[in-house]
């Protein structure tokens, strides 16, 4: 079964970047063969999704972001690493949550945001963007 380790998580001000890293086990399917999502839930509120990209195998648009980091986080994958990034610029405080990361070996990412995608789920990584 796929266990997704997350990691780079960490306090920045206003403005600055961090690189998130999601993470396949080693004993699985290669994570280029999953859909991989980017959530967030900041105290109080649900979770939401922040972006997705596609398996190699799925069809249509790759990568989707969601409206309020459009032009800020990049999402990308680093197959040799079995690892997916998302990569955050320009934060703000409303950015501030815990970060998990899910992957799926069948749903495409058109659905990235419905309850019953994520055939495996990471633990988490603490992201704050505080002055």
């Known amino acids: 079964q796929l266990q997704l380790v997350e990691s780079g998580g960490d306090s920045v001000q206003p403005g600055g970047s961090l690189r998130l890293s999601c993470t396949g086990s080693?004993?699985?399917?290669?994570?280029?063969?999953?859909?991989v999502g980017w959530f967030r839930q900041a105290p109080g509120k649900e979770r939401e999704g922040v972006s997705c990209?596609?398996?190699?195998?799925?069809?249509?648009?790759?990568?989707k972001y969601e409206d309020s980091v459009k032009g800020r986080f990049t999402i990308s994958r680093d197959n040799a690493k079995n690892t997916v990034y998302l990569e955050m610029n320009s934060l703000e405080p409303e950015d501030t949550a815990v970060y998990s990361c899910?992957?799926?070996?069948?749903?495409?990412?058109?659905?990235?945001?419905?309850?019953?995608?994520?055939?495996?789920w990471g633990q988490g990584t603490q992201v704050t963007v505080s002055s």
């Open positions: 080693t004993h699985t399917l290669p994570l280029e063969n999953y859909a």
């Open positions: 899910s992957a799926d070996p069948l749903i495409n990412c058109i659905w990235y945001k419905e309850d019953h995608f994520g055939a495996a």
């Open positions: 990209i596609n398996a190699k195998n799925m069809k249509g648009d790759e990568k």
